[in-house]
């Protein structure tokens, strides 16, 4: 089915479709949503049971729509309330429970919510159930009470109220109520009384008072305040004199009428347009022009002309008047002439017609601020403005508000999503390794030929992200935008590491000795190389596996086999010399008789020609690749292997045959087959062609017009490099930087005032002259006023509004002014100022009386009548004062299109060198006023060239030797260091670590192997056997043999003659020279020699043992001896027979890089040994050969850390000052850090911003003084004026260094409309004597909040003041104003609590007084239940002699006087202590004065004991002096067992030495 529904929004727009036909409809669905729903319905069965109903649930079904079903519970209740089974109600009228229902799609939620008013005020429960009555006496910390609010269910369209029912199927509805607590009621909390006034009278009797302020109003029903003031009768010694009255009298004035205009026929205008106030024309805001003739005021309504915005300005003059009557001190009105005995009181004057403010229509809405769709939920707003037409004078209304602000787009879905920014980068600059070298390195090394860690660098810009429906390019190349835009993003990192390949050389170790030579192939022996192939490949025989051998007979010589083949005499073959090497044998056993005889002597040595390959070797040399060249020639194979997107070219070099020591020779010469390749393909550069952004937008021109002396407006544009050009790429373009004149930007338009001629002098019309003070001269104080006009640049006619917006301050319109009257002084006309002397002279003008104004006495009052006037002459002299500190040194800028190429320049960012700081200059002139600081300089600065000191790197010494191998003998480390030669000053390069003498150690630690021993023992054969024979018999047995033994250097070649000192070999492994030998006899058996100890196990496990065998060459005759042993055996022992191999590793070495290279990736290496178990190196084959597998690693990657010095970003352009006038301003520019500097790099300067000052220039301002005291014209009190005054003063910005001085109102702007601003005027009262009245406001008070056990009980506080009410005569008692007091909301309030504090008691009295947590004592705020009693009472009273009350509320006695107690623990009396005031100096006058009864010192001093020494007698208790004698006991005793144990007792022979006799000295004193 095919349905719609349309909603629209406030703005008329369509927000959502649903097509519909002819089922459902929207309007449907709310009539379907506004269907009553009852919770209970009962259907009665009989009297006691009824049917009831639940609510109705959540719709539910599979789709939204009208096929939703709803239900809803059905229960059987009794009448009582409790359910039952169904069967006791009747099923015919049982409810439905279920029903067909309409499914509420999500997106229904979209067109209805909660519209939830504010909660209401907390109200006590009570009041609901119309029970008013105050818990007052109940409450301690809080009243419970209950809040309200007011919910509907709106439309979201048009906020209409809906049934509360739809709202409902998507939330449930908020709480209406809720609990809320209401504070306990609070008193009224006041001050304390200020001291008492002086006499209101200095003579006979008066009155004197005391007030007190409120601190803290009554609230939540709390007592009201008490009276403020207490007032007292006073009486001066001082009589009063006779003469004068029991009443005083003062001239009391009313406050003045409304300026009015005089009725027509007093009127004399001089048909000008005037502007008509009448109630009529209030209402339309518009100007009516009357004609008026010279002797009749026609109003021609008819002829009315709205005018929207006046071409000129009028004022009326009009008169106002006041009452004037003599009050008496009693408050009673007398006769007139009580009070003003000489001179009339003023009780009329002209005065200022008041005209309202009148403005213009509203302009139009201006655009939304808010016009694109954010993340911001906040709506945008717009403004509109009208101009004043007509300013307020006299008194009128003032202009209301002149601009307007509303909220627009506050849906902002039909809105356009707003543009987001963010950062780009870039394309990376070249790796540069130079930023990371000291200046010490940069002098030293080739930095062409540097290579491995380095950093670039990037340059960040702001852009805008297109819409995806941009165009790939462009968003890819986009416009770059202000930077700020991107503020709240994350910037790109500028910075980071990279590196440069080195071209890794392979280290390689010594070449080895030449192994024997192989064959190539089976046909040629000349080579030298040959590989492992099948045996079919070879053409002759293979060599046999089996030989066969002969056993010697039992007579027969025997002879041994043959030793191994010695050293080769050389390593290859020359024409003089060849390659020998030989062997020999030696004779075992001699032959019997009939044996075979042994061999002559040359046959026991062989000798054969080794290492016959010629000494001259051939070889391959290649050159190095040379540059990656286009390939003309057919493609090459294997091209697709390459990257496509660049062309394949080729690249050759040269490859010779080189003979060693030599040079080259013909190619035939070296092996073909290892001819090294000559050509290879290789990738060419890409073509790269320069992509820049494009232009950013231009800086927008000023909004503001031009003044005629202003500068031209000039804007600007740049773009950005983000890829340089490359391999013959297109190039970059020269302009990056483009600037020009605005030519948008309008003068201002040029309007001036014309001021028209003066009015003549307007009076208080005759009539009401007359009939107030009788006088019929017209003559007096007056006023006159002018009219004003806007006029063009060329002089027309303009609208008052261009005026007042460009024409500057408007001069006054009105002016006092007098008609001279009979009794006038009349004086001459002002001469003209005389001529100026020069600067700091004055000028003067003068003026004289005339007539008889030379003889009256009060024109001679220079005071009223001035006769002369002086100024001071203008001065063009200034006086420049240099002021403040200097600026830091600042080094010039860049230029613009120099910061946008710095990425890829490279150049080196200015630290140090030549700059320049500037000092502000105030300019004084002759007055010592401020002044612009053009006059005295061009620039307002004093500009002195500086220098930053460059920084010096940490510098080190070259590189140590390096120090011999730390190990004696196999692997281990050699180091070289470096050392501290000058430390790092001005921010350089710091050194690195010191160690503990301050120094700075760099070292370098690289594996190195010392060989063991560099020298080994080298035999030649035995000898052979000598036997020395006796007689005849056979030369067989036991005999001698030797052999030369000779120390070498290893690895040399056997014929060279390296023989060297024996020293240098190990003596413990030194073979013997000579050994015993045994050549077996004819008949004896003979033996092979021992073969080889078999192998010990692993562990050499002394249980285990080790065996060598050998075997019979010849056996002995049938009659002769048996042959010996053919096996030995021996026990395995460790470090003696049998040893133990394990790998060890030296130390890491320090990370070793390629040679050019400063930091970056590199390796570390160490070395493996193989040590015996007795601690001896051996070679590592040696481990191999016990199946030891190395697992440790011997070599890994490592990484140097780069000393990356500190990157700035380039200086941010001077902002603007921060103040525009007087001496504090100043522009500040600052650079943030792009890369923080790492290891030892150049560490980051502290200084990241910059200051420098501003030119100080006058601050001009307004100063509103302080209101006056009230003052009353011509009368001693009544109405009043309190005025204010509003000066332009100028300052330096500082109050507190320079105070304001008073300069030409014009520098400030339009006094006038300034004072439209202020309230310059107020109305008050001057209270004449003997009135009641009000004192002035009290101050503020301190900012309270209600706080419940601590905590605040609201956000906002309160504060409040108060006026008290002055008596000053007691008859005028009844006539007193009450007292009053006002609240306001406050900020920043704290809790206060109330504490009762108590005096100390004097006469069983004290002083109780409440205070408050600040210290502040009150009246009012702490609980009357809890106060303190001020009298302390005894009861019974203590009216005994001698007795007084006690703190604890008994009786006492006085100070030396003891209590006696009756039995029932009463006093029954006081009696005097004895002994308490015996003196040895005493006389009767002390004695006497004992007798008087006073206080008991000693009572009071035991009073509080529980064990009373002194008993109701005063006498002491005998307990006291039993304790006492005890207590001397106990110390003699202690003080003799001291004595005996420090002394203890010695025996000797000896006589005492004779003892001196002690003698006193009496000093006269009677205590001897």
């Not at 029970?131 to 209409?160: D, F, M, P, Y």
């Not at 004199?241 to 009443?247: F, N, R, S």
Request: aromatic share 8%; with cysteine; net charge neutral.
């Amino acid at each position: 089915m095919g349905w719609t529904m349309t909603r629209k929004d406030d703005l008329g727009v369509i927000a959502r479709t649903w097509q519909a036909g002819n089922i459902l409809s929207l309007f449907l669905l709310l009539s379907f949503f506004s269907i009553p729903v009852h919770s209970d319905i009962i259907l009665l069965k009989d009297h006691h049971f009824s049917w009831k109903a639940g609510q109705w649930g959540q719709c539910v079904g599979e789709e939204c729509g009208s096929g939703g079903v709803q239900t809803r519970t059905i229960w059987c209740i009794h009448i009582e309330g409790w359910a039952t089974h169904h069967s006791h109600c009747q099923h015919m009228d049982k409810p439905e429970s279920k029903r067909q229902c309409f499914k509420v799609c999500d997106w229904h939620q979209d067109l209805f919510e909660w519209e939830i008013s504010d909660w209401g005020g907390c109200v006590l429960v009570p009041f609901f159930s119309n029970e008013l009555k105050l818990r007052t006496t109940e409450c301690i910390t809080a009243q419970h009470g209950i809040q309200k609010r007011h919910i509907h269910c709106v439309r979201t369209s048009n906020r209409s109220t809906v049934s509360s029912r739809i709202c409902e199927f998507f939330s449930q509805k908020p709480p209406v109520e809720q609990a809320c607590l209401i504070p306990c009621p609070q008193d009224c909390v006041v001050s304390d009384f200020t001291f008492w006034s002086g006499c209101s009278k200095t003579c006979g009797a008066g009155l004197q008072h005391r007030t007190r302020h409120v601190l803290a109003a009554p609230m939540y029903g709390g007592a009201n305040c008490p009276n403020l003031t207490e007032t007292r009768t006073c009486t001066n010694s001082a009589k009063c004199p006779i003469a004068e009255g029991e009443y005083q009298y003062s001239l009391k004035v009313g406050a003045w009428s409304k300026c009015r205009l005089p009725h027509q026929k007093d009127a004399l205008l001089n048909g000008r347009t005037t502007v008509d106030f009448t109630a009529s024309s209030s209402e339309n805001n518009t100007i009516t022009l009357h004609t008026v003739a010279s002797h009749h005021h026609s109003h021609h309504h008819h002829a009315q002309v709205h005018i929207k915005y006046p071409m000129s300005w009028e004022l009326e003059v009009g008169y106002q008047t006041r009452q004037v009557r003599c009050a008496r001190s009693d408050g009673k009105n007398v006769m007139l002439s009580l009070c003003a005995k000489d001179t009339a009181p003023l009780t009329f004057q002209a005065c200022v017609m008041s005209q309202d403010c009148h403005t213009s229509d509203w302009s139009s809405w201006g655009p939304c601020s808010k016009t694109c769709r954010s993340s911001d939920l906040s709506p945008g707003y717009r403004l509109r403005s009208r101009v004043t037409t007509l300013i307020p004078q006299g008194g009128g209304k003032p202009c209301p508000v002149l601009e307007e602000k509303e909220a627009c787009n506050i849906i902002g879905d039909l809105l356009l999503k707003c543009p987001r920014y963010m950062w780009r980068a870039t394309e990376w600059g070249e790796c540069r390794i130079l930023p990371l070298l000291s200046q010490q390195d940069r002098r030293q090394v080739n930095v062409s030929i540097l290579c491995g860690g380095g950093v670039q660098t990037r340059k960040t810009y702001c852009v805008q992200v297109p819409d995806d429906s941009a165009p790939h390019h462009r968003k890819e190349v986009s416009r770059p935008v202000n930077a700020h835009l991107c503020e709240g993003a994350e910037p790109l990192l500028a910075v980071q590491s990279c590196s440069i390949p080195c071209q890794n050389h392979c280290l390689l170790s010594q070449w080895s000795l030449w192994s024997a030579c192989l064959y190539e192939n089976c046909k040629d022996p000349q080579g030298k190389k040959g590989d492992v192939v099948p045996s079919t490949h070879c053409v002759n025989d293979p060599p046999p596996t089996e030989e066969t051998c002969e056993v010697a007979c039992s007579a027969d010589c025997v002879v041994g086999s043959w030793f191994s083949w010695s050293a080769c005499s050389h390593s290859c073959a020359t024409k003089t010399a060849e390659g020998k090497q030989s062997r020999t044998r030696t004779v075992l056993a001699i032959p019997g008789k009939e044996g075979k005889a042994c061999p002559a002597a040359p046959a026991l040595e062989e000798w054969r020609v080794c290492n016959d390959h010629p000494c001259m070797v051939f070889y391959w040399q290649a050159s190095a690749w040379g540059p990656c060249l286009v390939n003309t020639s057919a493609d090459l194979n294997g091209t697709s292997l390459w990257n496509e997107t660049c062309a394949v070219g080729v690249q050759s070099r040269k490859v010779s045959c080189m003979k060693m020591n030599a040079g080259p020779v013909v190619s035939k010469r070296c092996l073909e087959s290892s001819r090294p390749e000559s050509v290879r393909p290789c990738l060419l550069p890409c073509t790269k062609d320069c992509i820049v952004t494009p232009f950013s937008e231009w800086t927008p021109c000023p909004s503001a017009c031009l003044t005629e002396n202003s500068t031209a407006a000039t804007q600007s544009r740049y773009r950005t490099i983000i890829q340089m050009s490359t391999n013959g790429g297109q190039e970059c373009p020269d302009t990056l930087y483009e600037e020009r004149e605005c030519d948008v930007v309008s003068a201002c338009p040029v309007y001036r005032w014309r001021l028209h001629k003066w009015h003549s002098c307007t009076l208080v019309p005759d009539s009401v002259r007359r009939g107030l003070s009788g006088s019929g001269e017209a003559c007096g104080n007056g006023l006159e006023t002018r009219g004003v006009s806007c006029i063009g640049e060329k002089g027309e006619p303009a609208n008052m509004t261009e005026c007042l917006q460009w024409a500057g301050p408007l001069q006054s319109q009105i002016r006092e002014c007098r008609v001279a009257c009979k009794d006038d002084c009349t004086l001459t006309a002002w001469s003209k100022f005389s001529d100026c002397a020069g600067c700091g002279s004055s000028q003067t003008r003068r003026r004289s009386l005339l007539g008889r104004s030379k003889k009256k006495e009060r024109c001679l009052n220079e005071e009223l009548y001035p006769l002369e006037e002086t100024k001071a002459c203008p001065c063009d002299e200034f006086l420049s004062q240099p002021y403040g500190n200097w600026s830091a040194c600042i080094l010039p800028n860049p230029l613009v299109f120099e910061s946008l190429q710095g990425w890829m320049v490279h150049r080196e960012v200015k630290e140090c060198g030549q700059g320049v700081r500037y000092k502000s200059v105030a300019c004084i002139d002759q007055r010592g006023h401020l002044v612009n600081p053009t006059f005295c300089t061009d620039t307002g600065y004093i500009v002195e060239v500086c220098h930053i000191p460059c920084p010096l790197d940490c510098k080190l010494s070259e590189w140590s030797p390096w120090s011999a191998c730390s190990a004696s003998c196999g692997s281990g480390l050699k180091i070289r260091s470096k050392w501290l030669r000058e430390k790092a000053f001005n921010g350089g390069r710091p050194c690195p670590k010191l160690d503990l003498k301050n120094q700075a150690q760099v070292y370098e630690a690289v594996p190195c192997n010392r060989e063991c021993s560099q020298y080994e023992w080298r035999i030649e054969p035995w000898s052979i056997c000598t036997i020395n024979t006796v007689d005849d018999l056979p030369a067989c047995g036991e005999g001698v043999q030797s052999r030369k033994i000779r120390c070498v250097k290893k690895e040399a070649a056997s014929g060279e003659d390296d023989t060297v000192d024996d020293g240098l070999c190990d003596q413990d492994e030194m073979p013997p020279r000579a050994q015993v030998c045994f050549l077996a006899c004819p008949s004896d058996c003979v033996m092979a020699p021992w073969g080889p100890w078999s192998n010990c196990p692993g562990e050499c496990d002394q249980g285990y043992l080790r065996n060598r065998s050998r075997h019979i060459l010849r056996p002995p005759v049938s009659d002769g001896g048996t042959c010996p042993e053919l096996v030995q055996s021996e026990p395995c022992v460790l470090n003696n027979t049998c040893f133990t191999y394990q790998y060890t590793v030296t130390e890491w070495s320090t990370c070793q890089l390629c040679e050019n290279a400063i930091c970056g990736r590199g390796s570390r290496l160490r070395h493996l040994d193989c040590v015996r178990s007795d601690g001896k190196v051996v070679e590592l084959q040696k481990c191999k050969q016990f199946g030891l597998i190395n697992k440790l690693q011997l070599l890994e990657s490592c990484v140097v850390d780069c000393p990356v010095s500190c990157i700035l970003s380039d200086w941010s352009p001077w902002a603007e000052c921060s103040h525009t006038c007087g001496s504090r301003g100043h522009s500040e520019r600052s650079r943030r850090i792009l890369q923080e500097a790492h290891e030892e790099g150049r560490p980051c300067p502290s200084q990241l911003s910059q200051t420098k000052p501003c030119p100080i220039r006058p601050c001009y301002m307004w100063l509103l003084s302080d209101w006056s005291p009230c003052t009353v014209e011509g009368a001693k009190c009544g109405e009043g004026l309190r005025t204010r005054n509003l000066s332009c003063v100028i300052h330096w910005g500082n109050w507190h260094e320079s105070p304001p001085q008073l300069a030409e109102t014009e520098l400030c702007g339009d006094v006038k409309q300034q004072q439209l601003l202020q309230e310059m005027e107020q109305p008050c009262f001057v209270h004449c004597p003997g009135d009641c009245h009000l004192t002035e406001w009290s101050s503020w008070s301190s900012c309270q909040l209600t706080c419940l056990e601590g905590r605040s009980f609201e956000s906002t506080g309160r504060q409040t003041r108060s006026r008290a009410v002055i008596i000053q005569a007691m008859e005028n008692q009844g006539s007193c104003p009450l007292q009053v007091f006002e609240t306001q909301p406050c900020e920043g309030g704290k809790c206060h609590t109330y504490q009762w504090k108590t005096g100390g008691w004097s006469n069983n009295e004290r002083a109780v007084w409440c205070q408050r947590s600040d210290g502040v004592n009150v009246t009012g705020g702490c609980f009357p239940q809890k106060r303190p009693t001020t009298l302390r009472h005894c009861h019974p009273p203590c009216t005994k002699p001698f007795t007084h009350c006690t703190p604890s509320g008994v009786c006492g006695c006085e100070k030396g006087y003891t209590e006696v107690m009756t039995s029932h623990g009463f006093l029954d009396y006081c009696t005097r202590t004895p002994g308490v005031d015996n003196s040895k100096k005493a006389d009767v006058k002390t004695n006497s004065g004992r007798l008087k009864p006073r206080p008991s010192q000693a009572n009071d001093l035991f009073s509080e004991w529980t064990l009373r020494p002194v008993g109701p007698d005063g006498r002491v208790k005998l307990w006291v002096y039993a304790v006492t004698v005890v207590g001397f006991v106990v110390i003699l005793f202690v003080i003799a067992l001291s004595f005996l144990v420090c002394n203890p007792y010695k025996t000797t022979k000896a006589s005492a030495p004779p003892q001196k006799p002690l003698t006193l000295a009496y000093d006269g004193d009677m205590d001897m």
